[in-house]
C-alpha cells in the first residue's frame, strides 16, 4: 500500500543529516517560543505540594530517592521519577523557579525534536513529520504543561513515551530483545513520571497497525492472519503488566488520600457526559485555541446537553468516516483512535479532582489529531499539486498564529495573580479560581483579602473543604478562632481524608487548651498521610505537654528524620530529651535546630540544659546569645541577673 509521502530524492540521499538538522532546529525554535517561561514564579495551586513545600524533593540522597518510590507520598500520585527531577532541580537552584521552569522548556523541546526524528523514521516521511511536531511544539495547549512546574510529570511522561516508541520500533526492525526490554524500561520510566502512559501498550497496537504494517484488519479473516494478531497482543502482555501494576501504585495512593471524587458529588452518568463534551472540547480548541483558562469550571452536564449532543454528533460521524478510510487511508484510523484512546485516563470517567478538563492532558493525545491533519494535508498536495504551495504557507502562517498565541498565554501564568484572574475573566464566577487567588492573598499577608476570597468561593460551593479549611486559618490569624474552628471543623466533616485540615483543627485545639482532641485529630491526619511530618511535630509538642516525653520524642524523631531542615522539630525534640535526662542528645537537637534557623527558644533552652549541668560559662555565653537573637527575652535576662 502507497502513502502520500512529498518526497524528494535529493534530500532522501542526505536524510540523517537532514533530518538531524531540521529536529535541532525545532528543538530550539520550540525553545525560544517557551523561553519567556523562565520569568515566571511558583504558582500556589500544586507547586507548593510538588516543590518548595515538598520534604521529598528537598535534597538528594539515597533517603530522599527512596522517598521518592514510597507509595506513602505526601501527593496524590505516585510520581517517583518526577520528583528525582525535581531533586536535581533543587540541587542546582534551590527554590529558584527560573531553573525548574528552564527544565521544562528544554524537555518540551526535546519532545518535539524526538518527535520529528520518530515519525520520519516510523513513516519515511519528512514534511508532514516536521508538521506534526511543529503543531505540537507551538500549540497553546502546550502552556499548561510547560509553564507550570507541577507538569513536569507531562513533559517527562512524553520524553519516556517517545523514547520507548524508537526502542519499540528498533526492536519490530531488527527483531532484538535487547531493544524490546528497552521499551518496557522506558515505559516503567514514563509510568513513574505520570500513570497517563497506561495506554502505551493499546497505543503500540495502533503503531503495527500503520505505519509499521504489522496488522492488517482484512488478514484476520484468515487463520494466519489471526495467528499474527494474537502474538502482536501476546508481545504486549509484558508492557500491559507493567502499566497495571503502575495504576495500581497509584489507585493505592490516590484512594489513601482521598483524591476520587466521590459518586455522590459527581454521578457516573454526569462524569460520562462530561467526559462526551470534553472529547468536543479539546477537538475545538484544537482548531480555535481561545478561552483557555485553568481550571475549567465542572459544568454538570446532562445527556440532553447541547454541547454533549453535539460532541457526540462529531465524534460518532468522525468515527464512521475514519472506519470506512481505515484501509485507503490508514493514518486517519491511528491518528483518531490515538486521539481518542490516549485520552481515556484523564477524560474524567475516575474523576480525580474537580475540572471539567485540562490544556494538559492533551500533551501526548493532541498528536494523533495533528498527524490526521499533516498526512491529509499531504494527501491533497499529491492529488492537486497547484495546491502545494499555497497550502504550504497557510500552514506555515498557522504556525506562526499558534506559536503567538503561545507566547502570550505564557504571560498568563506570570505568577498566581495573573493566571487566576485571567481564569476568572474566561470562565466567569470560578470558586476553585477563587480559593487560590485566597491562597496567594494569604502567603503575602492580606488576610482580609485572602478572606473575602475564599468567602466567594464558598458562596459558590458551600461544599467545599479546602476554602473552609483555608478560611479557618485565615480567621484565627486575624485573632476570630471561633469562627476558624466552626470553618476547620466543617472542612474535616466535608473531607475526612483531609488530612492538611485535620492538623489545622488539631493545631487550633491545642491552642485552645484541648490537648486530648488535638491529639486525635493529629493521629487521624497521620492515619491517612503516615509520612506527614508537620502532624508527627506537632503530635509530639502535644504528647510532651500531657507529660508523655517518651511517646513525643518518638514522633519529634520521625518528623525530623522526613524533614531534616524542620527547624522547630529539632527544638521540641531537645525539649522532650532534655525532661528525659537525655542531655547530650538533647544538646544535638538544639544544636541542629540553631544550625537551621536562630531560633531564641532553641538558644535558651540550650542554656539553661548547661545551667542545670553547672557549666556556668557556656550557659551565660546562650544567655546572651539568646539576647542577641531576641533582645527583650525576659527569660533570658532574668537568668543572666541571677548569676
Not at 530483545?177 to 500513570?195: D, E, F, I, N
Not at 502567603?443 to 476570597?453: D, F, N, P
Not at 483531609?498 to 483543627?505: D, I, T
Request: proline residues 5%; hydrophobic residues 50%.
Amino acid at each position: 500500500m502507497t502513502f502520500p509521502s512529498g518526497r524528494n530524492p535529493g534530500l532522501d540521499r542526505k536524510k540523517p543529516v537532514f533530518a538531524m538538522a531540521i529536529a535541532l532546529a525545532l528543538a530550539l525554535l520550540t525553545a525560544l517560543v517557551f523561553l519567556p517561561s523562565i520569568r515566571c514564579g511558583f504558582i500556589y495551586l500544586d507547586d507548593p505540594d510538588y516543590v518548595f513545600e515538598n520534604p521529598v524533593v528537598q535534597g538528594f540522597s539515597v533517603d530522599h530517592v527512596r522517598d521518592a518510590f514510597s507509595l506513602t507520598t505526601p501527593l496524590d500520585l505516585w510520581l517517583p521519577v518526577t520528583w528525582i527531577s525535581y531533586m536535581a532541580d533543587h540541587a542546582l537552584w534551590g527554590l529558584n523557579p527560573t531553573g525548574y521552569h528552564l527544565t521544562n522548556v528544554l524537555f518540551h523541546a526535546a519532545n518535539a525534536a524526538i518527535l520529528f526524528l520518530l515519525l520520519s523514521r516510523l513513516t519515511g516521511v519528512f514534511w508532514p513529520s516536521f508538521l506534526v511536531a511543529a503543531l505540537f511544539a507551538v500549540h497553546p495547549l502546550r502552556v499548561e504543561s510547560v509553564a507550570w512546574i507541577t507538569e513536569r510529570k507531562d513533559v517527562l511522561m512524553a520524553f519516556f513515551w517517545f523514547l520507548a516508541m524508537g526502542a519499540y520500533l528498533r526492536y519490530v526492525k531488527a527483531r532484538s530483545w535487547g531493544w524490546y526490554l528497552a521499551a518496557l524500561l522506558c515505559c516503567a520510566l514514563g509510568l513513574m513520571a505520570k500513570p497517563m502512559l497506561v495506554t502505551l501498550p493499546f497505543f503500540l497496537l495502533l503503531l503495527d497497525y500503520w505505519p509499521l504494517n504489522r496488522l492488517d484488519a482484512g488478514a484476520l479473516r484468515t487463520r494466519a492472519g489471526m495467528r499474527r494478531a494474537g502474538f502482536l497482543a501476546l508481545e504486549k502482555l509484558p508492557f500491559l503488566a507493567i502499566c497495571g501494576l503502575a495504576a495500581w501504585a497509584n489507585v493505592l495512593v490516590a484512594a489513601r488520600r482521598g483524591a476520587f471524587a466521590s459518586a455522590d458529588a459527581i454521578p457516573l452518568s454526569g462524569r460520562l457526559a462530561n467526559a462526551m463534551a470534553s472529547y468536543g472540547a479539546y477537538l475545538g480548541q484544537t482548531f480555535l485555541p481561545t478561552g483557555l483558562a485553568l481550571p475549567y469550571p465542572y459544568p454538570y452536564y446532562s445527556w440532553t446537553s447541547p454541547a454533549v449532543l453535539a460532541s457526540a454528533a462529531v465524534l460518532a460521524a468522525v468515527t464512521a468516516g475514519v472506519l470506512v478510510r481505515a484501509r485507503k487511508q490508514p493514518w486517519l484510523f491511528t491518528g483518531w483512535f490515538w486521539f481518542l484512546g490516549t485520552l481515556t485516563p484523564v477524560i474524567g470517567i475516575t474523576q480525580a479532582g474537580m475540572q471539567a478538563h485540562a490544556d494538559r492532558f492533551t500533551y501526548v493525545p493532541q498528536i494523533g489529531l495533528f498527524l490526521m491533519l499533516a498526512w491529509g494535508a499531504a494527501e491533497l498536495a499529491q492529488r492537486r499539486p497547484g495546491v502545494g504551495k499555497p497550502l504550504a504557507v497557510a500552514l506555515g502562517l498557522g504556525l506562526a498564529l499558534l506559536a503567538g498565541a503561545s507566547l502570550a498565554r505564557i504571560g498568563d501564568w506570570k505568577d498566581t495573580h495573573t493566571l487566576f484572574a485571567k481564569t476568572l475573566e474566561t470562565t466567569g464566577e470560578n470558586w476553585e479560581a477563587r480559593h487560590y487567588l485566597g491562597i496567594a492573598y494569604g502567603r503575602e499577608g492580606k488576610l482580609a483579602e485572602a478572606a473575602g476570597e475564599y468567602e466567594k468561593a464558598l458562596a459558590e460551593n458551600p461544599r467545599f473543604a479546602h476554602a473552609h479549611g483555608n478560611l479557618g486559618m485565615v480567621l484565627w490569624r486575624m485573632g476570630q478562632p471561633d469562627e476558624a474552628l466552626g470553618h476547620l471543623e466543617e472542612a474535616v466533616k466535608l473531607d475526612p481524608g483531609f488530612a492538611q485540615g485535620r492538623n489545622n483543627l488539631g493545631a487550633l485545639l491545642a491552642d485552645r487548651g484541648r490537648l486530648p482532641e488535638a491529639v486525635e485529630q493529629y493521629r487521624a491526619a497521620l492515619a491517612i498521610r503516615p509520612r506527614f511530618a508537620q502532624a508527627h511535630a506537632n503530635l509530639g509538642r502535644v504528647l510532651y505537654a500531657l507529660d508523655r516525653a517518651l511517646e513525643a520524642e518518638k514522633h519529634l524523631i520521625t518528623a525530623v528524620s522526613l524533614e531534616p531542615g524542620y527547624a522547630q522539630a529539632w527544638n521540641d525534640l531537645g525539649v522532650a530529651r532534655a525532661s528525659l535526662g537525655d542531655a547530650a542528645r538533647a544538646e544535638a537537637a538544639f544544636r541542629r535546630a540553631l544550625a537551621l534557623s536562630p531560633m531564641a527558644s532553641a538558644a535558651f533552652r540550650l542554656a539553661n540544659l548547661y545551667r542545670s549541668q553547672g557549666r556556668m560559662s557556656d550557659a551565660r555565653a546562650w544567655y546572651q546569645k539568646t539576647l542577641a537573637i531576641d533582645p527583650g527575652h525576659s527569660g533570658a535576662r532574668a537568668a543572666l541577673a541571677g548569676m
